[in-house]
T-cell receptor, first 112, second 111 residues
Framework: QKEVEQDPGPLSVPEGAIVSLNCTYSNSAFQYFMWYRQYSRKGPELLMYTYSSGNKEDGRFTAQVDKSSKYISLFIRDSQPSDSATYLC????????????FGTGTLLAVQP | DAGITQSPRHKVTETGTPVTLRCHQTENHRYMYWYRQDPGHGLRLIHYSYGVKDTDKGEVSDGYSVSRSKTEDFLLTLESATSSQTSVYFCAAFSANYGYTFGSGTRLTVV
């Protein structure tokens, strides 16, 4: 079993829709949770960075972490065609090495 | 890219040849990482470094070695390239203020 599981999609939604992206994980030591956006042939770009459980909002993006269920989510409101990309969840236990473990990524297409 | 530069951006090499990829950072990050990205696998950690001359293996380290002789440079070497190492390679660095930031990647093809 992978430490981090993510539905690869693809996910196709109409412009303006609310998008929900999710990951589950098995390692209870994870305490730093991130979402990255990656456009084709580009490097991952940090979207949201959350410590421990709770919600964090930044513009149209909301990240939720439920450590009791080992489940994290990213919500995108009023989705735009420019949001079309691969979204990667990632998490770390911190500590001496700060290793970052990724999900496989979800490909999102927002149709105009 | 928050001061992270990867070189080369593209490389084609023959099976059995050694290849070295370079990651250079200008932000004095202590922690640096090499990942490979393949369809269906996401980003997988190859090796990482938590200081000069302090390195360790990630989940897919076979066939790879790394060196970090100074803070700003983290080198990834494919000792004898194989077709299974055709991939996109990303370098990343971690800071407490900004989290993890990535370079633009190196697209390596082994023929």
């Amino acid at each position: 079993q992978k430490e981090v599981e993510q539905d690869p999609g693809p996910l196709s939604v109409p412009e303006g829709a609310i998008v929900s992206l999710n990951c589950t994980y098995s390692n209870s030591a994870f305490q730093y949770f991130m979402w990255y956006r990656q456009y084709s042939r580009k490097g991952p770009e940090l979207l949201m960075y959350t410590y421990s459980s709770g919600n964090k909002e930044d513009g149209r993006f909301t990240a939720q972490v439920d450590k009791s269920s080992k489940y994290i989510s990213l919500f995108i409101r009023d989705s735009q065609p420019s949001d079309s990309a691969t979204y990667l969840c990632a998490m770390s236990a911190g500590g001496a090495t700060n290793k970052l473990i990724f999900g496989t990524g979800t490909l999102l297409a927002v149709q105009p | 890219d928050a001061g992270i530069t990867q070189s080369p951006r593209h490389k084609v090499t023959e099976t059995g040849t050694p290849v070295t990829l370079r990651c250079h950072q200008t932000e004095n990050h202590r922690y640096m990482y090499w990942y490979r990205q393949d369809p269906g696998h996401g980003l997988r950690l190859i090796h990482y470094s938590y200081g000069v001359k302090d390195t360790d293996k990630g989940e897919v380290s076979d066939g790879y070695s790394v060196s970090r002789s100074k803070t700003e440079d983290f080198l990834l070497t494919l000792e004898s390239a194989t077709s299974s190492q055709t991939s996109v390679y990303f370098c990343a660095a971690f800071s407490a203020n900004y989290g993890y930031t990535f370079g633009s990647g190196t697209r390596l093809t082994v023929v």
